[in-house]
């Protein structure tokens, strides 16, 4: 393979997997659902190997096309940091951004640093607080961007990943069989934590609370400690942390979403700038990553529960 990728057709091919659709994708990128096919098609020759197959009605990425995504992904979000550092019309002003501390943890050190290289003349402004309230700040307009777990029934967002949701222990401290499972979860209205007890109590488990907050760092602290299990979505796994299974008695969890929610009037130039720092960051988090803070056993269970990861909605923090 000689040629060299063209980033046109790698926007095009991204699009068709964000969307769903080459019909779709087409409006995406402006063009005819034809200028879309010919272009994955001479994106196949170009590298010599089939990136998409039949699926129904729809297309679904092959092993390669697969492969392929992080590339693209990489290559586009590179070349738009390259355009923008010899950009004369820099963006300005103040961008408000709320996040809940466990996902400020786990992405926004890449996103803050990413768009601050880009855009230096924008200023930052981020809040942490759970979703519930974060979604409640935007209907106030007080954030311009919040980053929330999804949740229809809530408030509406696009959604941006999706990653299981994990039941986690610590390492170091097995857990008694013939005790009530001891929990680290947020606050009563807190909808993770309804999860865990609807699951439990469902599973026929006992279980006690014993440590309630909002910050994920103490809830990660008390399960690190050995002193209570949790639930926790993939990316937020940490050294000293085990994934409980069936095995251990614990029921399967569905997936969780991200959205992305963003406030009306916003300058476009400006929205899609951080949204796309956002959703590239969040594509750029692969399950290796967050692999090499596990041990062997959650390693494998999480290997597995990523070939999922599409499915139902969940409500979190």
């Given at each position: 393979m000689s040629a060299a990728l063209d980033i046109d057709q790698l926007q095009t091919f991204v699009a068709i997997v964000d969307t769903g659709s080459f019909t779709k994708a087409a409006g995406r990128v402006f063009k005819t659902q034809s200028a879309v096919s010919m272009q994955?098609?001479?994106l196949e020759e170009r590298i010599g190997k089939q990136l998409f197959v039949k699926d129904g009605r729809g297309n679904r990425l092959t092993a390669e096309g697969d492969k392929l995504l992080n590339y693209a992904r990489r290559i586009i979000r590179l070349n738009s940091e390259a355009m923008a550092a010899f950009d004369d019309n820099r963006l300005e002003g103040t961008l408000r951004i709320g996040t809940p501390d466990d996902?400020?943890?786990?992405?926004?050190?890449?996103?803050?640093?990413r768009f601050a290289?880009?855009?230096?003349?924008?200023?930052?402004?981020?809040?942490?607080?759970?979703?519930?309230d974060l979604g409640e700040k935007m209907a106030k307009g007080e954030l311009d961007i919040a980053l929330v777990t999804h949740n229809p029934r809530l408030r509406q967002a696009d959604v941006v990943r999706t990653e299981p949701l994990c039941w986690v222990g610590s390492v170091n401290h097995p857990l008694r069989d013939?005790?009530?499972?001891?929990?680290?979860?947020?606050?009563?209205?807190?909808?993770w934590r309804q999860l865990a007890c609807s699951a439990l109590d469902a599973d026929g488990r006992?279980?006690?609370?014993?440590?309630?907050?909002?910050?994920?760092?103490?809830?990660?602290?008390?399960?690190?400690?050995?002193?209570?299990?949790?639930?926790?979505p993939e990316s937020a796994l940490r050294t000293g942390m085990k994934v409980l299974t069936a095995a251990d008695g614990f029921p399967p969890l569905p997936p969780v979403q991200i959205g992305l929610m963003k406030r009306a009037g916003l300058s476009s130039s400006?929205?899609?700038?951080?949204?796309?720092?956002?959703?590239?960051?969040?594509?750029?988090?692969?399950?290796?990553?967050a692999e090499d803070d596990l041990d062997g056993d959650s390693k494998a269970y999480a290997r597995s529960a990523a070939r999922g990861r599409a499915g139902a909605m969940v409500p979190g923090w």
């Open positions: 994955m098609r001479r996902y400020a943890d786990r992405y926004m050190p890449e996103i803050i640093g290289k880009t855009h230096p003349n924008v200023e930052l402004y981020i809040v942490c607080e759970p979703s519930m013939d005790a009530p499972v001891p929990l680290a979860v947020g606050r009563r209205d807190c909808q006992d279980y006690q609370i014993l440590f309630t907050s909002w910050s994920s760092t103490v809830v990660a602290s008390a399960v690190l400690a050995g002193m209570a299990v949790s639930i926790l400006l929205v899609n700038a951080i949204t796309d720092h956002i959703t590239a960051c969040l594509d750029n988090i692969t399950l290796t990553q």
